[in-house]
């Protein structure tokens, strides 16, 4: 395999808050990962892909800044092949993500999704949504206000005006669903899936006995259904399972940090990425 020549593009750290580290290692474990497997894999930055340096037609990446997406997504309709895909990386951004979550039955909170210099106060009060969460809609979380708890729609109404003051044009408006927090990994097409409750046990097998319990398989194929209706293969994100068992996902990332279990997860990512490699040559070689 050593004709296989893979670009890895490393996530822009204003996009990594409190993870730079760990989004760096697990790149670097995949990319490990497809060496051994016989691939040459260079490393570049998410500048050096707006710049033109990439040259390589496989591309497997973790950007998230805006001027990085129309370069993945051209690339990727001249016929290089892109994981996670330009389109699914845009997906994610929150505005896409909710819009297509709330279209594809994907069990999500109620959201509204608004302007910040709109008035929300007497629709969030017809809605009966108190305590929400306030999320900037227009990219990937870049600071920690980017999503903020409100208590009432008062202080929503507060937070949005701050979004716009900030040059944020647009907001999601989540309904609270109390609780408990639930993380998440996998990796589409792959059985593969690790889940744990957050403050709790982080082994899958073994979820904290005073946490609800929930149909583990039927929340996996949820997540998978979510990942294809974005368009994206690696993805993690965080849940509210409820007491009776029922969950409400809050959260869905393109290719996350995959902290806890991220040298498990880089081989099953590398495996993935050979196998869609494989795939897409097999694609090519039937066009001719």
């Known amino acids: 395999m ?58 497997i990446n973790m950007c998230r800044h805006h001027r990085s997406f129309p370069v993945l997504q051209q690339r990727e309709d001249e016929g290089a092949l892109v994981i996670n895909s330009g389109y699914g990386v845009e997906n994610c951004t929150r505005e896409r993500l909710t819009r297509i979550l709330i ?33 900037r809609g227009d990219f990937h979380t870049m600071h920690k206000e980017d999503v903020t708890f409100v208590r009432h729609p008062e202080e929503a109404q507060e ?26 990994y996998g990796v589409y097409g792959t059985p593969w899936f690790y889940c744990f409750y957050h403050h709790g046990s982080r082994d899958k097998q073994a979820m904290d006995t005073d946490k609800p319990s929930f149909d583990h398989e039927e929340f996996k194929a949820v997540c998978n259904r979510a990942a294809e209706a974005l368009d994206i293969k690696i993805y993690g994100g965080d ?50």
């Open 2 to 59: 050593a004709d296989i020549k893979i670009a890895g593009i490393m996530r822009a750290g204003v996009f990594s808050p409190n993870h730079i580290g760990n989004d760096a290692a697990i790149l670097n474990l995949t990319a490990e990962q497809l060496r051994k497997r016989g691939c040459e894999v260079r490393i570049y930055n998410e500048e050096q892909l707006s710049g033109g340096a990439v040259n390589e037609d496989i591309i």
């Open 103 to 135: 279209g594809s039955n994907i069990p999500t909170p109620e959201s509204i999704m608004v302007n910040t210099n709109e008035t929300v106060i007497e629709r969030m009060k017809q809605l009966g949504m108190t305590k929400s969460w306030v999320k």
């Open 159 to 184: 937070v949005l005006q701050e979004y716009f003051l900030r040059g944020i044009k647009r907001a999601v408006v989540s309904r609270h669903v109390e609780g408990e927090l639930l993380k998440f």
């Open 239 to 288: 849940a509210i399972i409820l007491p009776d068992g029922s969950y409400s996902i809050i959260d869905f990332n393109d290719w996350p940090s995959f902290a806890p279990c991220r040298v498990e997860a880089s081989g099953v990512i590398a495996r993935m990425i050979l196998s869609e490699i494989k795939k897409h040559n097999a694609s090519k070689t039937a066009k001719r």
